[in-house]
């Protein structure tokens, strides 16, 4: 969902905004993000069915929230998986706790995520007793997502070393890990219990962007993707749009469009906030594509509002 909204933002923001290269450095920042997790995810697919795979988990312990990349339950043990997707030469510095990066030239220190895994384990630990899921062991690894990050390591730490995993390596480390492990925690109904309720618990965060960096509708390019020639250059003809720069007819062009708007401002709408949003001029075409594109209408005639069934 945030990259959803990024993607989309940046898509709607024209070029020469103000917070444009923020946003754009925010979208690339997030793409690397979700590039590195459906990599990590593509490799984790390869463990059989006695191992469940969840993503990206946003739960509360109690006392705060925090976040998972990837928690892998199996009946002996439970594994944290943060995954970090970085360009460069990556140096895990042991001895003082730190990430360091090297990119052309730079040097950049990270927080180290040792001790990120390792708080996370503490939380973990403590949504557990909270839900009456036991002591089970948790472990956790360090996914490096991008094959050509060069990795270097510093001090003597054979512990935390093991732990640091390529995303191709996941599989075969995830069953030298279970060959460790042979005391049973859970039954296979206990993990299924365990996966559903962690996905019931699982509470993403809802941060509007907009909200973040003080944006409105107006901020925003207005109107219908072109697939031909990607401007916002659709006109709405009486069944159809046509655009006017390339000329590529489409039926649907109008769907991303309220996609966009759910996504950026939620299911919320009125005509004439998707009038303006989309370009259309004629009520008529606005409402029969809103009613069309709807899950309920609230209201009557004036102030009527329609609420956008899930597009994305
Ligand atoms: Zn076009």
Redesign the pocket.
């Known amino acids: 969902m945030p990259h959803l909204q990024v993607s989309t933002l940046f898509r709607r923001l024209p070029r020469e905004h103000p917070l444009f290269s923020e946003i754009e450095s925010e979208f690339l920042k997030q793409s690397a993000g979700h590039y590195g997790e459906n990599t990590v995810y593509h490799f984790l697919h390869y463990l059989p069915s006695d191992y469940l795979i969840l993503k990206d988990l946003h739960l509360f312990d109690g006392h705060n929230h925090f976040q998972i990349d990837f928690l892998v339950i199996s009946k002996n043990f439970l594994l944290i998986i943060e995954v970090k997707n970085f360009k460069g030469e990556l140096i895990f510095d042991f001895d003082n706790s730190q990430l360091l990066r090297r990119l052309a030239e730079t040097l950049e220190v990270f927080p180290d995520p040792f001790l990120q895994v390792e708080h996370q384990k503490i939380q973990l630990a403590q949504w557990l007793a909270l839900y009456d899921f036991g002591n089970i062991p948790i472990y956790s690894f360090i996914a490096i997502a991008n094959p050509n990050t060069k990795i270097e390591t510093l001090g003597n730490q054979p512990c935390k070393k093991e732990r640091l995993v390529r995303a191709k390596g996941l599989v075969s480390a995830v069953y030298n890990l279970s060959a460790r492990f042979s005391k049973k925690f859970y039954s296979t109904n206990e993990m299924t219990q365990l996966s559903e309720r962690l996905m019931a618990e699982n509470t993403p965060y809802h941060v509007s962007l907009l909200k973040k960096y003080n944006l409105s509708i107006k901020d925003l390019t207005p109107g219908v993707l ?1 697939k ?2 990607s ?1 916002f ?1 659709m006109e709405r003809r009486r069944d159809h749009w046509c ?1 006017k ?2 000329g ?1 007819k489409s039926k649907k062009a109008h769907l991303e469009a309220l996609r966009d708007y759910q996504i950026l401002f939620g299911s919320v709408v009125t005509s004439a906030e998707i009038k303006s949003f989309t370009g259309i001029h004629s009520d008529y075409h606005a409402k029969t594509i809103l009613i069309e594109n709807s899950a309920k209408i609230i209201g009557k005639t004036k102030d009527r509002k329609y609420v956008l069934k899930p597009l994305f």
Do not use: H, Q
């Open positions: 072109c031909g020639c401007c250059t655009c720069a390339c590529v």
